[in-house]
Each structure stands twice: as C-alpha cells, then as structure tokens.
C-alpha cells in the first residue's frame, strides 16, 4: 500500500510494521505515514540531488534500499517518541523533552548522512567516476 500522506516518500507504514516489535494499530497508520512523508521530505530538502542519484544509471543497486531504511530509521524513533520525551517521572509528573524532538524534528543519523554523500554529486556537474570516485570537471566551451 502506497504512503497516503505523500506518494512520493521513500517507505510506507509497512516497512515500519515490518521492523517493528508490535502490530502498528490501522488507526496509527496515517501517523506513521505522516512521519514518512516528512522524513522524506527532510531528506530531500537536506539532499537536493537524491533523486538524481537515485535515478543514475550509475547508482548501486542498494542505494534506493538505503534510503529507504533511513527514512524507516527516522520514522521509528519518531513513532518510539513522539513527544521527544528524554525522561518522566510519574511522582510530580515532570516530564523534560530532547530540544530538537520538542521541535517536532525528525532526524537522521550522521554517519548515514556521510555515507549517502559518497552516492550524491553535489558539485556543479562534475562528473564521479570509476570504483575511486573521481571527480572531472564539467568543461564549458565559450
């Protein structure tokens, strides 16, 4: 089933569901969707050529997977806390919040981030080649 929330995200509630511990109840699926849809969109605005990427005949066969699973990464620490909750005390109810989480900010993993840069040209079409990824110049002619 394709994510309700954006068509265009990376992952659906099913591949969450399929990591996760517990069935996701059917009312939470749009949430789930939800938090998908903007991790994706995050991912996106912090990767502008991701999809150029993705659609390279160049790229490796798992890169469209990784994507994937950082988006399904996100969204389940999103889903795990959505509240951004660093801890709770049932006593006083003191409840304090992660500053980014409190944001409602979905977050992905640095060296993940790292790793997907190696797959992204985010030069002014230069273009990588060859198993040591070097770089040739675009060469304008006047």
């Known amino acids: 089933m394709a994510n309700t ?23 939470l699926q749009p949430k789930v969707d939800e938090f998908l849809a903007r991790a994706s969109r995050r991912l996106r605005m912090m990767k502008p050529k991701l999809q150029a990427a993705l659609d390279s ?17 996100a969204g389940e620490r999103k889903m795990r806390n959505p509240g951004g909750f660093s801890h709770e005390n049932a006593g006083v109810f003191s ?23 190696t797959y992204i040209d985010e ?16 060469w304008r002619r006047p």
Do not use: C, H, N, W
């Open 5 to 27: 929330a954006d068509p265009t995200a990376y992952a659906e509630a099913s591949d969450v569901q399929a990591g996760f511990e517990k069935p996701i109840p059917i009312a």
């Open 57 to 73: 005949p160049e790229a490796p066969e798992d890169l469209a997977g990784f994507v994937k699973d950082m988006v399904v990464d």
């Open 95 to 117: 409840v304090s919040r992660y500053d980014d989480f409190a944001k409602g900010r979905i977050t992905f993993d640095p060296e993940d981030l790292l790793l997907l840069d």
């Open 123 to 138: 030069t002014f079409e230069e273009v990588v080649r060859g198993p040591v990824r070097i770089r040739v110049p675009a």
